[in-house]
């Protein structure tokens, strides 16, 4: 199921951030939970952390996790990344 990202842009940019930190969670947790990931599952929060503020930085990581984030939110490019993120240029 994927979410219209152009139609969260009515929610606050609080709420977005929130809502994209979320789904990173669960595709991170889920690639942990498939054993594809070397690290300790108390790791998690950390990792998802430093990937969002990475991200509002306008640091893009690569990986599984992130681009099913993005596929998730129907984001194609950086740019609408930043632009639903709030994040400015």
């Known amino acids: ?19 994209f930190r979320d789904a990173y969670t669960i595709e991170l947790g889920r690639l942990h939970a498939a054993g594809k990931c070397a690290w300790p599952a108390e ?9 969002v503020y990475g991200v509002l930085a306008r640091r893009v990581p690569s990986g599984p996790a992130f681009d ?11 740019k ?6 709030g994040v400015a240029a």
């Open 1 to 19: 199921m994927a979410v219209n990202h152009e139609a969260m842009m009515l929610l606050t940019v609080d709420a977005r951030r929130k809502y």
């Open 43 to 51: 790791r998690l929060p950390e990792m998802v952390e430093r990937v």
């Open 68 to 78: 099913a984030t993005m596929k998730f939110f129907g984001l194609k490019t950086q």
């Open 80 to 85: 609408a990344l930043f632009a639903f993120l």
